[in-house]
């Protein structure tokens, strides 16, 4: 064989090599799930456990339904994945629901699920009873080694970590099969916190974690990506007075306590929260203006997209509570999938004279469960403000969404607080509710006083009550 063909034979074998699935046992010493069994393409794959409801919160009016499973591997293409489970599987609902996503009962304890590729899924035997939380990730590029200038490196096995302090130019790394118990602060520039482990808060009570999150971060360009968040005791990935922050592919597996937040950034600019699964009890996404004394503690340019997002006690979204910033603006919620909620959904209710402004909704779907409110956009004041006066809302566009499940009353309502503290200029562009397009009149919409350009895909709303 020639130079030229030895090359391409070789480059052919390395990419067949490439392709797959990738698994990784876990640790010794954790204890795994014993309500599901997988299999990804011939390949056993770790389950692992997530609580929920800790004490001092169990027992109380909520039901999260239980503990839950979850599990991690890697493929590049198709795959075949083979759940077993002394549990019947037969009415297995799977959430968000594709049509490329197949699946095949094989027994009653026995079913087989067919993915295109990398996918973030909640199989559901019973609702949210005990759910597989399924993850199929992308394969990492080019992951650092562990002898490499200003990585720092836990492979596999169980690491009573605490504290991780993470600075200017350098990689926090977890490795697949790596169980990290602590908390991360990343404070600098250019700061990577990465890899397919898990970094585990469970082992700390409520708010009494080694880091006032589990990932704090003060910063200019950092990224988290790849990540398993396991049982967080209080937020968990807060950007605060940062700038050009990205939290990709990271999936994040809460409910343990309360006031475990999903992602919240802070007084921060250019954020990009994307292609992640959280579930969590508080708010999946809340954007705060918290007091900092920088040039710029605006919240702008904030991008949530591709995500799956479970609550269970609180609002998906909350936008306003906690922000007194001249601005929270530049917001961007697209091509999401809302899979199980309790409150308002959307919330944006700002106060302390900020200025919630252009803010677009796009490509939204969610799973509803009898909820009575969908949106609310209503300047407020609240236990959390230092200056008892409402924000101002302007400039919001609701475009393409859809809420299917079970009926209720899902109202979307605007009012604003005064003449001076309005709502103004919102927009709904296909948003349909059980299969009714919302519109001027509609019983689920409530306009309060002082709302002024309501329009529906060009017709403008009275903003009188209905």
């Given at each position: 064989m020639n130079t030229a063909l030895f090359a391409v034979a070789a480059a052919f074998a390395l990419s067949s090599a490439l392709a797959g699935v990738v698994t990784c046992p876990a640790p010794a010493g954790e204890t795994l799930s014993a309500d599901y069994q997988i299999v990804a393409a011939g390949q056993p794959v770790a389950v692992y456990t997530a609580r929920t409801l800790d004490a001092p919160f169990a027992g109380k009016e909520w039901d999260f339904g239980g503990p839950y499973s979850f599990a991690n591997f890697v493929t590049d293409g198709p795959v075949e994945v083979r759940i077993t489970?002394?549990?019947?599987?037969?009415?297995?609902?799977?959430?968000?629901?594709?049509?490329?996503?197949?699946?095949?009962?094989?027994?009653?304890?026995?079913?087989?699920?067919?993915?295109?590729?990398?996918?973030?899924?909640?199989?559901?035997?019973?609702?949210?009873?005990?759910?597989?939380?399924?993850?199929?990730?992308?394969?990492?590029?080019?992951?650092?080694?562990?002898?490499?200038p200003g990585v720092i490196y836990f492979g596999p096995g169980v690491h009573r970590a605490g504290r991780i302090d993470v600075t200017n130019n350098q990689t926090l790394y977890l490795a697949?099969?790596?169980?990290?118990?602590?908390?991360?602060?990343?404070?600098?520039?250019?700061?990577?916190?990465?890899?397919?482990?898990?970094?585990?808060?469970?082992?700390?009570?409520?708010?009494?974690?080694?880091?006032?999150?589990?990932?704090?971060?003060?910063?200019?360009?950092?990224?988290?990506?790849?990540?398993?968040?396991?049982?967080?005791?209080?937020?968990?990935?807060?950007?605060?007075?940062?700038?050009?922050?990205?939290?990709?592919?990271?999936?994040?597996?809460?409910?343990?306590?309360?006031?475990?937040?999903?992602?919240n950034p802070c007084n921060s600019q250019d954020v990009l929260i994307t292609d992640c699964f959280i579930r969590s009890d508080d708010d999946c996404v809340a954007l705060k203006g918290l007091e900092f004394a920088t040039p710029n503690s605006n919240v702008e340019r904030v991008t949530v997209e591709n995500c799956v997002l479970w609550c269970d006690r609180a609002r998906i979204f909350l936008l306003g509570h906690e922000s007194r910033a001249p601005f929270m603006r530049g917001i961007t919620l697209r091509n999401l999938d809302i899979i199980h909620f309790t409150m308002t959904p959307f919330l944006f209710e700002p106060g302390e004279e900020m200025r919630l402004e252009d803010v677009l909704v796009e490509d939204v779907r969610l799973h509803g469960e009898g909820q009575t409110e969908l949106a609310r956009l209503k300047p407020v004041v609240n236990q959390y403000m230092r200056n008892q006066v409402p924000g101002h809302v302007r400039d919001i566009r609701f475009r393409n969404v859809t809420l299917t499940g079970q009926a209720g009353a899902y109202r979307v309502q605007l009012s604003g607080a005064d003449a001076t503290h309005a709502v103004r200029d919102v927009t709904f562009e296909n948003v349909e509710i059980l299969g009714e397009r919302l519109a001027a009149g509609s019983p689920r919409l409530k306009l309060g006083e002082h709302v002024e350009g309501v329009r529906f895909t060009g017709a403008t709303a009275s903003s009188a009550k209905p």
């Open positions: 489970s002394p549990r019947s599987l037969r009415d297995v609902v799977i959430r968000p629901a594709r049509p490329d996503v197949k699946q095949r009962l094989e027994a009653d304890g026995t079913l087989v699920v067919s993915l295109p590729g990398p996918r973030q899924l909640s199989i559901e035997p019973d609702g949210k009873k005990g759910p597989l939380l399924l993850f199929a990730n992308p394969p990492e590029t080019n992951p650092p080694k562990p002898d490499a697949a099969g790596a169980v990290v118990k602590g908390g991360v602060s990343a404070q600098g520039e250019n700061i990577r916190i990465m890899g397919h482990g898990i970094l585990d808060g469970s082992d700390y009570e409520w708010r009494k974690g080694p880091t006032p999150h589990v990932i704090s971060i003060r910063g200019t360009n950092v990224e988290v990506s790849g990540l398993t968040i396991r049982g967080a005791s209080h937020w968990t990935i807060v950007p605060r007075d940062s700038r050009q922050v990205t939290v990709r592919g990271v999936k994040l597996c809460g409910s343990r306590v309360q006031n475990d937040d999903g992602i």
